[in-house]
């Protein structure tokens, strides 16, 4: 069972930023991928963006384009989601997510991962 812990998620006004860090306290991670996804009240758990721990490899959902991005630090076995320019329609709860596999075809799926974080809470406020 791998463990994983995010921390970062808070409290801030729009266009704001906040950093989300997500570590796995387990060496294999780092040859998997890694993702976040959010959940709004009432919405279905959306995608946000993916990295290739062992290439930096990365994904993201379009619309998040620019705003948000994604990076690791493998001697930490860590990855982190920079959230810039925020908006209320950003307020969720963020999950971390690791995969078993360093390749997944289909990274935007919450059924390609197979651990998850108990999730931290982003609010926005306008």
């Known amino acids: 069972q791998v463990q994983l812990v995010e921390s970062g998620g808070g409290f801030v006004q729009t266009g704001g930023s906040l950093r989300l860090s997500c570590a796995a306290h387990?060496?294999?991670?780092?040859?998997?991928?890694m993702g976040w996804f959010r959940q709004a009240p009432g919405k279905e758990r959306e995608f946000v963006a993916a990295?290739?721990?062992?290439?930096?490899?990365?994904y993201y959902e379009d619309s998040l384009k620019g705003r948000f991005t994604i990076s690791r630090d493998n001697t930490k076995i860590t990855m982190y989601l920079q959230m810039n320019s925020l908006k209320v329609e950003d307020t969720a709860v963020y999950y971390c997510?690791?995969?078993?596999?360093?390749?997944?075809?289909?990274?935007?799926?919450?059924?390609?991962?197979?651990?998850w974080g108990p999730g931290t809470q982003v609010t926005v406020s306008s």
């Open positions: 387990e060496p294999t991670m780092n040859s998997n991928t």
């Open positions: 990295i290739i721990m062992s290439t930096g490899r990365t």
């Open positions: 997510a690791a995969a078993t596999f360093e390749y997944l075809s289909l990274p935007e799926k919450t059924a390609s991962y197979t651990y």
